[in-house]
């Protein structure tokens, strides 16, 4: 349960307990600790309960509803990602009529996804270099099973470029 909604919950209890506001306050303070709500947002929903209101939920908001956020958008732009993978996020956002920032959320977190350099990504291998890549996995892959300690024979590395350097020169 949501924790402003607890609180509210009790409020309401106590506005029926006939508690003033400063001794609900109090109260809440002593079972809430930090997560308690202020003293004015307490004394606020004090006084809705002591004048008859019966829901603890939030009032509707006004705003733009959170409703573009829905599966066909997402599936939308998972179609639009497919058919060009280097479109950008503006772009998605232009084609589909929806926000740059929830064209990005949608991108991040429901579909996953994230940039990567194009030359981190094998584009185009020869049937050459298919074959010496799945030949290397394969003995790898034997190497484990028939030795499970292999791996810790294995040495790697990262590559840098290191500049020479001669004191006696100048």
């Known amino acids: 349960m949501d924790v402003l909604l607890e609180q509210r919950i009790c409020i309401k ?3 029926k307990l006939k508690k003033t506001p400063t001794e609900t306050f109090k109260m809440l303070k002593e079972a809430f600790n930090n997560d308690a709500m202020s003293q004015s947002r307490t004394f606020e929903w004090h006084s809705r309960f002591r004048y008859g209101r019966i829901s603890t939920e939030d009032d509707e ?5 959170v409703t573009q ?9 998972k179609e639009l990602i497919k058919e060009n993978a280097r479109t950008t996020i503006r772009e998605i956002s232009e084609t589909t009529n929806l926000s740059f920032g929830l064209c990005r959320t949608i991108i ?3 579909l996953k996804l994230r940039r990567a350099p194009a030359k981190f990504v094998p584009h185009l291998l020869t049937s ?4 010496q890549r799945l030949e290397c996995c394969q003995n790898m892959l034997e190497n484990f099973i028939t030795d499970p300690l ?8 990262d590559e840098c470029w290191v500049y020479g350097y001669d004191a006696e020169t100048k």
């Open 128 to 131: 050459q270099q298919a074959e």
């Open 150 to 157: 292999w791996t810790r024979n294995v040495i790697t590395g």
């Open 61 to 65: 908001r006004e705003g733009r509803p």
């Open 69 to 77: 956020r829905i599966p066909e958008n997402v599936e939308k732009i």
């Open 13 to 15: 209890f106590c506005v």
């Open 108 to 110: 991040k977190d429901d």
